[in-house]
């Protein structure tokens, strides 16, 4: 999974001629068009998702997505709108 990972946002990032910047602590600067995997994940690594279920009603909060985040969705061909759907509020529970 992690070579995939990898494979997908480097041939995205190649095709676009673009770098990724953002993935490196201290270095936020710092660009790469051959990011890790390790590297990708970390990116995502202060999110919380937060479910509340009640007898009559579930309810989600997720924190909002920096624009590194959005930008290696985008790279992956995800939409952000997976990720906000998870704290969508829900008369089901997720």
């Known amino acids: 999974m992690l070579t995939l990972l990898e494979f997908v946002v480097r041939r995205a990032l190649k095709a676009e001629g673009a770098t990724l910047a953002g993935l490196y602590a201290g270095n936020t600067k ?3 068009a051959r990011p890790t995997a390790e590297r990708l994940l ?18 989600g909060h997720v924190t909002s997505l920096n624009s590194v985040q959005q930008r290696i969705l985008e790279l992956l061909g995800f939409s952000a709108d997976l990720y ?11």
């Open 84 to 94: 906000t759907a998870l704290g969508a509020i829900s008369p089901e529970p997720p």
């Open 30 to 32: 710092r660009e790469t």
């Open 42 to 59: 970390e990116a995502f690594q202060d999110i919380t998702v937060t479910i509340i279920q009640r007898p009559e009603q579930t309810m």
